[in-house]
């Protein structure tokens, strides 16, 4: 069976076909949970965002332009409604929580470089959170999703100009953070 593209799926359900609506949910709902996962560094949160993300898309996809990338467009919904869940939050949230149990089996230096592997992951994910909200959506966007500067842009709605200024901001306020956190070239 052929794959059916994101512009038909769309068509598809704007004609009255829920099931094509399904298939994009199955296509996109790992990408979205794991945007709004590092966005709010919260898994109740991110699956609330997720969901919510999901149902706007469908009450709004008679606005989609399909000349744009479905995916973008989604994307955009998912950032923004991070974004919201943050300002509710509080412009910064930072995280309190351990580290987990998980722990790779093994002998002791492979358990031990999974704390250690596991605790630097926290770290850098705490780091994140210092972040302002639009600064983690370019560093989430770039290097947790692999977008281009043109789709981060079509995301953001922003230019690439100032994508690419944002992110050397976000990674400049991040690095810093790091450091001072102990994961970097002074610590």
Excluded: C
Excluded at 44 to 63: H, M, N, P, S, V
Excluded at 94 to 99: A, L, P, Q, V, Y
Excluded at 139 to 147: M, S, T
């Amino acid at each position: 069976m052929i794959e059916q593209g994101d512009g038909e799926l769309v068509e598809q359900t704007l004609q009255g076909r829920r099931e094509a609506f399904g298939r994009l949910v199955e296509r996109y709902q790992k990408p979205v949970f794991n945007v709004a996962l590092r966005m709010l560094h919260d898994e109740a949160d991110a699956e609330d965002a997720a969901q919510t993300t999901f149902i706007r898309a469908y009450q709004k996809l008679g606005t989609f332009d399909p000349a744009q990338k479905f995916f973008s467009w989604l994307y955009r919904i998912v950032v923004n409604e991070s974004l919201n869940m943050l300002k509710r939050r509080g412009r910064f949230e930072r995280f309190e929580g351990g580290t987990g149990d998980k722990v790779a089996d093994g002998g002791d230096q492979e358990r031990e470089a999974g704390v250690e592997q596991e605790a630097r992951e926290q770290r850098i994910q705490e780091g994140l959170m210092e972040l302002k909200a639009e600064q983690r959506a370019v560093i989430v966007l770039k290097h947790f999703e692999g977008l281009s500067y043109a789709e981060i842009g079509e995301v953001l709605e922003i230019p690439e100009k100032k994508v690419k200024s944002r992110l050397f901001a976000a990674r400049t306020v991040l690095r810093n953070v790091l450091i001072r956190k102990g994961i970097g070239p002074h610590g």
